[in-house]
């Protein structure tokens, strides 16, 4: 494939991949069933601490493109749910870490259910072979950046 039709597939690529988000978005809400009705920046903020265990608020805000402004009003919602706790670092003082409480593990552990349940809705009509070439591209693609 040349360069031209090579730019031309990855941009019918980009514009398949946005309505499918769009689409995906309006059909499963992968981020709306919380108890608590939190946005998706919080959600996102409590998706990274289940990964990382433990964060800092710099950590967040660099994850979520955020400013620490906008950090401190998120971890400050999520603190006063009982979602989140904020201590002092035990190696340095000046240093807080946010970690997740029992309360907020549950709300991770429901989203990830929810999100698994549309996403196996999506591929439902994907085969075993599609959906493995995928997930490879995925992981290619991932790597690189």
Not at 30 to 51: C, E, I, Q, T, V
Not at 80 to 103: P, Q, Y
Not at 124 to 130: A, G, L, M, P
Request: net charge negative.
């Amino acid at each position: 494939m040349n360069h031209t039709d090579r730019v031309a597939q990855v941009d019918t690529f980009q514009r398949l991949f946005q309505s499918v988000f769009v689409k995906m978005k309006a059909k499963h809400p992968f981020f709306s069933d919380n108890a608590y009705d939190l946005s998706n920046g919080h959600l996102m903020m409590l998706l990274y601490l289940h990964r990382e265990k433990v964060a800092t608020a710099s950590d967040l805000a660099s994850h979520l493109g955020i400013t620490s402004g906008g950090c401190t009003v998120l971890t400050s919602t999520l603190v006063s749910h009982g979602l989140i706790d904020k201590r002092r670092a035990a190696h340095d003082g000046r240093v807080t870490e946010i970690t997740l409480t029992e309360a907020g593990e549950d709300v991770v552990d429901s989203l990830i259910r929810q999100r698994v349940r549309g996403f196996v809705d999506l591929f439902e009509d994907v085969s075993d072979e599609e959906l493995a070439q995928m997930v490879a591209i995925f992981k290619k693609v991932d790597a690189r950046l």
